[in-house]
């Protein structure tokens, strides 16, 4: 039975192979009557409904070493979203370092530029925002990778912020902070300053926030910055004791704020009493940890039996050779600039995966992998989402539903937007993409729902295995 697939799949290959690279029209029914009628593989195609509705995720791990998320703004449609960020900040030292004594602080600020921002109303570019720094009680570090709920234990609840901090969204977040806390700093005895790792454990990080929009009112601003190159500035008066006889000198230490350690982005939404399991005529997309078009695995599962089972199909027989799933969408007009502002780039299904520790967290489905996939990318000009899920599609014929039951978080799917990132080897010209669930950017987006005419599906191109002697 196998040799003989393989045979038949290697023949489809060759066939295909030079179909494709050739520009002349080809027979490709050439041969076909001398192939006997149990080694045919007859290629069919289906169209399936696909089952969604609006779920949030689970939670959301937000652990990384370079973009922080900072603001919060109110919607008709989902109401108020805060996003808040703690990140380490360490003393950077290869030496021993001489801070003399006596050390009175002058002043101490921090700096963090900003990489790009999303309004939901062009008006608001320049909104007043008020900031907060708070003193955590804890490093960030992967023991939140899993658990990214901020706890009221985790972080002292007196600002440490000179209060009246405004951010009105230019390129550089300039905060000045207590002088108590400077000098807190300050008092770090030489083996803390001497070890960036032990500085760190003593002082732990920062957590900051930002206020909401004033009840009753729609919009706001969330802004990313990037906590490499972000740094804290300590400026103060000492006594040198290199040498004797020496007056007391001003310097100023630098901190590095996020750079080669973790930031954690923490969200809030008020969006959840919004989840439905019914079908509707429109599914409501939510970016980073809020709503999420989801695809419930024995729901998906009954739908593909109801069309196995119809035509008489062996579950175990059916060959996947492509699953595209499409999720189309309307708008209310045709602004590209609406489009390109609340619709992400991408829609792509993400599912629990387990790591070595047996702990889950979401990941796209490997089919991302597959060449020539789309990666769930939006075609703005067609208003639709299209990916490539063979493989789970294959998976989820052949086993059986209590299979899917007792395993669902391999097979549910919440359709998220997902970065690609691509490396390159120094020492060669290979470059390697990998993807993985977009946790730094927020977009509003409404598709076709189950119910619309205009509904989302899943176009399946498959044959049958015949494996009679």
Not at 51 to 76: C, E, H, I, W
Not at 80 to 96: C, E, G, I
Not at 300 to 315: F, T
Not at 338 to 354: A, G, M, T, V
Request: glycine residues 6%; charged residues 20%; aromatic residues 12%.
């Amino acid at each position: 039975m196998h040799s003989r697939f393989r045979a038949v799949a290697l023949s489809i290959t060759i066939s295909l192979a030079f179909a494709a690279s050739s520009c002349i029209d080809v027979d490709n029914t050439l041969g076909v009557n001398n192939i006997p009628d149990d080694y045919a593989l007859n290629l069919q195609t289906v169209t399936l409904r696909l089952p969604l509705q609006t779920k949030m995720l689970d939670s959301m791990q937000s652990l990384n070493t370079s973009t922080a998320v900072l603001g919060a703004f109110r919607t008709d449609e989902f109401g108020l979203t805060t996003h808040s960020f703690a990140t380490n900040f360490y003393h950077y030292s290869t030496k021993s370092v001489n801070l003399g004594t006596n050390r009175k602080i002058k002043h101490i600020y921090l700096t963090m530029q900003k990489s790009s921002s999303l309004i939901l109303d062009a008006s608001q570019d320049g909104l007043p925002q008020n900031i907060h720094v708070y003193h955590m009680n804890r490093v960030v570090d992967t023991t939140y990778k899993y658990n990214s709920d901020l706890k009221s234990s985790d972080y002292d609840h007196t600002p440490i912020d000179t209060g009246g901090v405004i951010y009105t969204g230019g390129d550089t977040l300039r905060l000045y902070l207590k002088n108590s806390f400077g000098q807190k700093i300050l008092n770090a005895t030489q083996k803390e300053l001497d070890s960036s790792s032990v500085f760190m454990d003593k002082f732990k990080a920062l957590l900051f926030t930002c206020d909401a929009p004033e009840e009753g009112t729609t919009g706001g601003r969330l802004n990313l910055f990037s906590t490499t190159g972000a740094y804290i500035y300590v400026t103060f008066n000492f006594q040198p004791t290199w040498d004797s006889g020496l007056a007391r000198k001003d310097t100023t230490i630098v901190l590095p704020l996020g750079d080669n350690t973790y930031t954690l982005n923490f969200s809030t939404y008020s969006s959840k009493t919004q989840e439905k399991a019914e079908p509707q005529e429109y599914v409501t997309v939510e970016g980073l940890g809020g709503l999420k078009a989801y695809t419930d695995p024995l729901k998906l599962k009954d739908v593909l039996n109801e069309w196995m089972s119809g035509n008489g199909y062996d579950p175990k027989k059916v060959i996947i050779c492509k699953a595209t799933y499409k999720l189309p969408f309307i708008t209310n007009d045709a602004n590209v600039t609406f489009i390109n502002r609340c619709f992400p780039s991408s829609l792509y299904p993400n599912c629990k995966d387990k790591d070595t520790s047996n702990t889950y967290f979401y990941a796209p489905l490997e089919d991302i992998y597959s060449s020539s996939n789309t990666a769930g990318a939006v075609n703005r000009s067609l208003s639709c989402y299209a990916g490539d899920i063979s493989s789970q599609i294959q998976k989820m014929c052949n086993k059986d539903r209590s299979e899917i039951a007792a395993n669902w978080k391999k097979y549910a799917m919440w359709f998220s937007s997902v970065l690609e990132n691509t490396t390159s080897n120094y020492y060669s010209t290979s470059t390697t993409t990998s993807y993985s669930l977009d946790r730094a950017s927020y977009s509003i987006a409404k598709l076709n729902g189950p119910l619309h005419a205009n509904y989302p599906t899943i176009e399946i191109v498959f044959a049958l295995m015949n494996d009679e002697d």
